[in-house]
């Protein structure tokens, strides 16, 4: 099996401002953001973008000890996705977006949002497109929380910060490989990898519940409008039910009235 080396990296255009985990060798695609935009205020804590060099289906999904993490990122069908989060910004991502969709690549993408214009160091990000599917992007600005990281492949990017263990971004990156080592569909990986930071500890802030707050995406190259799967779940009061096992019920849904 071919593999690529994990970068625990922000741009190579800027010194490194947060900690971040140490990174491992890996391979495939991880994916996560799409069309929508949400308030400049919102929140995440663990998230993944996945490219299929194959399919070209790109995915992202989320979750987090918040109202709602749904919008930190967004897909350019057959081109690219782009997450911003920890107090993520909208003009960022639309910025992410708008060169995303003329065809730079994620290093130039995570320069410009650089701009002080943006509050980068309150922020994360993560860029991964189809053109540059080697050389995913990331950046993680010193004023987010110090449990932080990101970890990259070819095609992927794994991100998080207010993690509760240090074991999370590797143990969903894990996920990922196998399954894509097992050839499950970019939707089925996307659910796992989040139930393996679910199990990893999750958002520090909620404890034993993990999650308030989570969601998957997946696009198509075709998909004009909007993406084929969105699926979220959020509102969960705190010490409820677990948001990750609850949208795991939505996506076996959706499997049974979708899929043969």
């Given at each position: 099996?071919?593999?690529?080396?994990?970068?625990?990296?922000?741009?190579?255009?800027?010194?490194?401002?947060?900690?971040?985990?140490?990174?491992?060798?890996?391979?495939?695609?991880?994916?996560?953001?799409?069309?929508?935009?949400?308030?400049?205020?919102?929140?995440?804590?663990?998230?993944?973008?996945?490219?299929?060099?194959?399919?070209?289906?790109?995915?992202?999904?989320?979750?987090?000890?918040?109202?709602?993490?749904?919008?930190?990122?967004?897909?350019?069908?057959?081109?690219?996705?782009?997450?911003?989060?920890?107090?993520?910004?909208?003009?960022?991502?639309?910025?992410?977006?708008?060169?995303?969709?003329?065809?730079?690549?994620?290093?130039?993408?995570?320069?410009?949002?650089?701009?002080?214009?943006?509050?980068?160091?309150?922020?994360?990000?993560a860029v991964v497109t189809l053109s540059h599917l080697a050389t995913p992007a990331t950046y993680?600005?010193?004023?987010?929380?110090?449990?932080?990281?990101?970890?990259?492949?070819?095609?992927?990017?794994?991100?998080?910060?207010?993690?509760?263990?240090?074991?999370?971004?590797?143990?969903?990156?894990?996920?990922?490989?196998?399954?894509?080592?097992?050839?499950?569909?970019?939707?089925?990986?996307?659910?796992?990898?989040?139930?393996?930071?679910?199990?990893?500890?999750?958002?520090?802030?909620?404890?034993?519940?993990?999650?308030?707050?989570?969601?998957?995406?997946?696009?198509?190259?075709?998909?004009?409008?909007?993406?084929?799967?969105?699926?979220?779940?959020?509102?969960?009061?705190?010490?409820?039910?677990?948001?990750?096992?609850?949208?795991?019920?939505?996506?076996?849904?959706?499997?049974?009235?979708?899929?043969?």
């Amino acid at each position: 099996m071919k593999k690529y080396k994990l970068h625990a990296t922000e741009s190579q255009h800027h010194a490194s401002t947060g900690k971040l985990y140490q990174s491992d060798p890996m391979r495939f695609s991880v994916l996560l953001a799409c069309f929508l935009s949400i308030s400049t205020t919102t929140l995440a804590t663990w998230s993944i973008i996945i490219v299929d060099p194959v399919t070209k289906e790109i995915g992202i999904a989320g979750a987090s000890c918040t109202y709602n993490c749904y919008g930190i990122g967004q897909i350019i069908p057959g081109k690219g996705a782009i997450i911003v989060q920890a107090m993520s910004n909208k003009d960022a991502r639309r910025k992410g977006l708008n060169m995303i969709e003329a065809g730079a690549s994620p290093e130039k993408i995570i320069a410009a949002l650089h701009d002080p214009l943006f509050d980068p160091e309150k922020q994360q990000y993560a860029v991964v497109t189809l053109s540059h599917l080697a050389t995913p992007a990331t950046y993680t600005g010193a004023a987010t929380h110090t449990s932080h990281g990101t970890l990259t492949a070819a095609g992927v990017s794994v991100q998080g910060n207010t993690l509760a263990s240090e074991e999370e971004l590797k143990a969903i990156l894990d996920a990922v490989i196998q399954g894509q080592q097992d050839s499950l569909r970019i939707d089925e990986i996307l659910m796992r990898a989040l139930e393996a930071g679910s199990t990893a500890g999750g958002d520090k802030r909620c404890g034993e519940q993990r999650a308030t707050s989570a969601f998957l995406m997946v696009a198509k190259p075709t998909d004009k409008r909007k993406p084929y799967l969105v699926l979220q779940f959020f509102g969960q009061k705190r010490g409820g039910l677990n948001a990750v096992s609850l949208l795991r019920g939505k996506y076996e849904r959706w499997k049974s009235k979708h899929q043969s």
